[in-house]
């Protein structure tokens, strides 16, 4: 049954133990990566995280849906096992480790049914502020792991590391088994648990295709779209890409990684609240944007290690975009409906975490930056630099995909400038509980003048 009433904070912890296990593998990762790939290692990177992102697309629906009928909790230790399911198999078979990494993209939805999560327990005024809490918490995980990852490899092997990482993934699934309370009351949960799940639901397709019938939902996805290909494809590369190209030693990185969560934990939490009651939820959706754009700009143009450091400044103030969109979606969908709509936000983003990552490492691929040697951990970014800077000579552009990102960003801004700041919530909800109230089938006829029934009111989406 859990440990007391279900809140935010069991959301919080289950996220900050499953990225602080994953965490604390990124050096290591980063080595057995290059080791296991020497040549193309930013094209194999890409594949690898495109297979993963591109299941992860194909199943946050399905994954969604059934949590609006079975409840959070089975959901939650289902996507935390599968996803920390690769973490042992680094030291044992680092093949075995990728391949199943490809795999678990399939269950590697954990935010979706987080969101949701967090969604049955707070009242729409406080959604923002909780979001952006689950947010700052999954930056927050990764301040001082890679750091301690890093240390301990250098100290003790890397081997302790992967141990240890694997430790905190099992505490993870027992905190879940005993701790956690399902949020999901037992009166929004169908009496028949088939009935309500149709194969229509389990189509990733099939939302898409509906998109179009909501003109917000439609402004919505579209902005998620533009704006998270290129986070997805960073998010895959840029700490290979520091490591390889830019000079930095193993703990240059993990300091830049935790320079970075601390920033991106207050703009989630202090800076992201005072913008939502100052300026209003559109309004911080277009700040975020215009930050990601000046971050993909600077590290696109950026040759020195110092502008990296500056750029990630401005990296941390992009974070809010999401939490202020997700706040925005919820927003339009009823109590029992959380689930689906996350779930389909997650969808595209998974769609993004598939063709992200290998955008960026087919056009890494085609610019020709790849290194054939990995820097020696020892050096730091003097020697290291020069050694790589003939590399960079040869282009007047060091990062080519980040430029391209930049332009995705700026359609995302201006798609996103048509996105109303206000919904006439009250008819949207009366609308989908006369459809709701029965679950109709799909097709069943209308009654005569009302209009088409938007995406997020659609019972089979």
């Known amino acids: 049954q859990g440990i007391g009433s279900p809140s935010v904070y069991h959301a919080v912890i289950v996220i900050f133990l499953e990225f602080f296990a994953w965490g604390l593998l990124t050096a290591p990762t980063l080595v057995v990566l290059h080791e296991t790939f020497p040549k193309h290692t930013f094209l194999m990177n890409g594949l690898i995280q495109g297979v993963k992102g591109l299941l992860s697309f194909l199943s946050a629906p399905l994954i969604g849906a059934l949590s609006d009928v079975w409840g959070r909790k089975s959901f939650l230790l289902l996507t935390v096992f599968f996803t920390c399911a690769p973490i042992p198999l680094m030291k044992i078979s680092p093949w075995w480790y990728f391949a199943v990494i490809s795999v678990s993209g399939v269950f590697a939805v954990t935010f979706s049914v987080v969101f949701a999560y967090v969604a049955d327990i707070t009242q729409e005024h406080e959604r923002s502020m909780a979001y952006g809490l689950v947010s700052a918490t999954f930056a927050a995980s990764l301040v001082t792991s890679p750091a301690i990852g890093a240390y301990l490899g250098r100290a003790y092997g890397d081997s302790l590391v992967v141990v240890l990482a694997t430790a905190i993934a099992l505490l993870d699934i027992c905190f879940i088994l005993v701790a956690v309370p399902e949020s999901l009351p037992e009166k929004m949960r169908p009496a028949s648990w088939g009935a309500p799940i149709s194969w229509e ?175 020696m951990p020892e050096s730091s970014s003097g020697g290291s630099v020069v050694a790589q800077y003939h590399l960079q000579q040869n282009s007047i552009i060091p990062g080519p995909p980040f430029l391209f990102g930049a332009c995705s960003v700026l359609l995302a801004l201006l798609v996103a400038l048509f996105i109303p700041e206000h919904t006439n919530l009250n008819v949207r909800s009366s609308n989908w509980k006369k459809h709701c109230g029965s679950h109709s089938h799909p097709h069943s006829p209308q009654a005569p003048g009302e209009a088409k029934e938007p995406l997020l009111q659609d019972t089979n989406v």
């Open 201 to 375: 639901q389990a189509d990733p397709f099939a939302s898409l295709k509906k998109v179009g019938q909501d003109s917000i939902v439609l402004l919505i996805c579209i902005t998620v779209f533009l704006s998270y290909l290129p986070e997805a494809g960073q998010y895959s590369s840029f700490f290979l890409y520091l490591r390889q190209i830019m000079g930095f030693s193993s703990e240059s990185v993990a300091a830049f990684i935790a320079v970075l969560g601390i920033l991106s934990i207050i703009a989630q939490t202090i800076v992201l609240s005072l913008l939502m009651r100052s300026i209003g939820n559109k309004n911080t959706i277009l700040l975020g944007l215009g930050f990601q754009i000046l971050q993909l700009a600077w590290y696109g143009f950026g040759s020195e290690p110092w502008m990296m450091w500056a750029a990630g400044a401005v990296a941390a103030m992009s974070s809010i975009t999401f939490p202020a969109v997700s706040a925005l979606v919820s927003r339009t969908a009823d109590a029992d409906q959380q689930g689906v709509v996350q779930g389909m936000i997650t969808g595209i983003r998974g769609l993004c975490n598939g063709l992200g990552p290998a955008l960026y490492g087919f056009i890494f691929y085609i610019f020709h930056v790849e290194l054939n040697e990995l820097p």
